[in-house]
């Protein structure tokens, strides 16, 4: 999260609220320029030149039809910074891996392409009977190709241009580099995760996207349009959700999204529509004729979220809406951005809160330090190491199985010491199909198994394969 970013925009009722929360306004129809109220980055970006498809100009299901908004005055405050929600839990990985017999099973021929593992974080057995799964000379099942782990080239996933497209992306405040060089895309009609460790520059990305922070080199094109040219068309096309703003407490829930709407300068009845369908949608309908000042944490974010649609945008950028959200709540907001990502809407979502992202993303872009440290679809995600975890309903089967698969430095927990009362074993796999096989193949040596699944979601352990969960112990 961002701790001051400077301008608060102070709304006709002077109620305080941040720079990053103004409603963004629709570009000139009749007027040329919008400097009085959108002023151009200070600094023009400089960088390396745009990968494939990022036109200068928008293709036209992304511009704007609406005239501009009226200007909100702008004086500045402080911003305070919130809490962020808790990290995930660490997994150790010192487990041994699965060795299935030798001619067992032939590899499967349509597996996908697989990512790289990173070394030293599936070892081998304890006791080194066991090879790991990365060293064997003739693996019985596939092994992980030596692919870099690198970022997403922009225009691979897809002929269609994404709709997302940073290259070279560079932010500094003072001696802090906020963001380092950062490329990735995202594209439309999908849900793109962003994670990474407190201060590794989402919030700061983010701001850059929105056209609300210049970045100090590299380009971006939201839509095909350059936020540092075109900053309202950026504005216009994005709906945008800031990790805390102001909620404009001396009006209702109703009346925010009416000065919202006609900020965009929405026909009347078409804002109503919009308004009564978002009310029910974000379950706010009983919350309308309240003040916002009452609203709870949750709330609140329900009502920003609503803010953000109101416009129906073709790029959602979201800054941590799941957090302060209750359980129901969560679930909304999965089923809201999935229904805009199916509508065509590119979604872009950072959180803290990974099996959640796991449910509602399409692929995830993890940051470190200001620089993209991996991306992939959630997908792919399939095709890595993870821990798993053997249920059995006696220790003595499971081990017997287990030894006739030839697996050994499996260590298998009595039920008398586990919390669920089976028999236990974790083990260190290389991807899901392996998974498959294993269960399969322990099934058919009578393993007695009632439960078989990985101890963590693909999305936290690509998490925790990075530095920075190295860092922060979570291994
Ligand atoms: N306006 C600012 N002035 C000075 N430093 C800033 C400013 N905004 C961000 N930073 C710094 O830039 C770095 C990245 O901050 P940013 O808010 O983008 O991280 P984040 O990944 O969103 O963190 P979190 O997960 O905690 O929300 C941090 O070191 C932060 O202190």
Redesign the pocket.
């Known amino acids: 999260?961002?701790?001051?970013?400077?301008d608060i925009a102070t709304t006709p009722h002077h109620q305080p609220v941040r720079d990053t929360d103004r409603p963004h306004r629709l570009p000139q129809r009749r007027r040329r320029t919008t400097t009085a109220h959108h002023p151009p980055p200070a600094r023009q970006p400089t960088g390396p030149p745009l990968p494939p498809g990022a036109s200068a100009g928008p293709p036209s299901r992304f511009l704007p039809s609406s005239s501009p908004a009226r200007a909100l005055r702008i004086r500045r405050i402080p911003v305070t910074a919130v809490s962020?929600p808790a990290w995930i839990e660490g997994v150790s990985t010192s487990l041994p891996s699965f060795e299935p017999p030798t001619g067992d099973s032939p590899p499967p021929t349509d597996d996908p392409v697989r990512q790289p593992p990173v070394s030293g974080t599936i070892p081998s057995g304890p006791d080194g009977a066991v090879p790991s799964a990365h060293d064997r000379s003739r693996p019985p099942y596939p092994q992980h190709p030596a692919a870099p782990r690198s970022p997403q080239q922009p225009g691979d996933a897809s002929a269609i241009p994404p709709a997302i497209i940073a290259a070279g992306v560079s932010r500094s405040?003072?001696a802090?580099h906020?963001?380092r060089g950062l490329s990735f895309t995202a594209q439309a009609g999908s849900v793109t995760a962003l994670v990474?460790?407190?201060?590794?520059?989402?919030?700061?990305?983010m701001l850059m996207l929105a056209a609300l922070l210049a970045p100090d080199a590299g380009h971006i094109r939201i839509g095909g349009v350059d936020p540092a040219q075109n900053p309202t068309a950026v504005k216009a096309m994005v709906g945008w959700m800031p990790?805390q703003f102001g909620a404009w407490d001396s009006l209702r829930v109703r009346e925010v999204l009416e000065v919202i709407g006609s900020s965009y300068f929405l026909p009347r009845e078409v804002a109503r529509g919009r308004i009564e369908r978002l009310l029910d949608e974000l379950d706010l309908r009983s919350l309308a004729e309240q003040r916002a000042h009452v609203l709870s944490r949750g709330q609140k974010q329900r009502l920003g979220l609503a803010r953000a649609l109101i416009h129906e945008p073709r790029v959602l950028i979201l800054?941590?809406p799941a957090s302060g959200l209750d359980p129901a709540a969560r679930r909304r907001l999965r089923d809201v951005l999935r229904s805009r990502a199916e509508a065509g809407v590119c979604v872009l979502i950072?959180s803290?809160i990974l099996s959640e992202l796991e449910e509602m993303a399409d692929s995830v872009v993890l940051?470190d330090r200001?620089e993209v440290v991996d991306s992939s679809s959630l997908r792919d995600l399939a095709h890595r190491p993870r821990t798993w975890r053997i249920e059995g309903l006696s220790a003595g089967a499971l081990r017997a199985a287990l030894t006739a698969l030839n697996v050994h430095g499996t260590e298998v927990r009595e039920g008398e010491r586990t919390t669920s009362g089976h028999a236990e074993a974790l083990m260190a796999l290389p991807d899901e199909a392996t998974a498959a096989r294993l269960l399969r193949d322990l099934v058919a040596q009578d393993a007695q198994v009632v439960g078989f699944s990985p101890t963590t979601g693909r999305l936290e352990a690509a998490y925790l394969r990075t530095d920075a969960a190295r860092r922060e112990g979570s291994l």
């Not at 460790?197 to 919030?203: A, D, E, I, L, V």
């Open positions: 999260m961002v701790r001051s970013r400077g962020p405040f003072g802090v906020a963001v990474g460790p407190n201060g590794c520059g989402k919030s700061t990305l990790d800054d941590e950072s803290h940051m200001g």
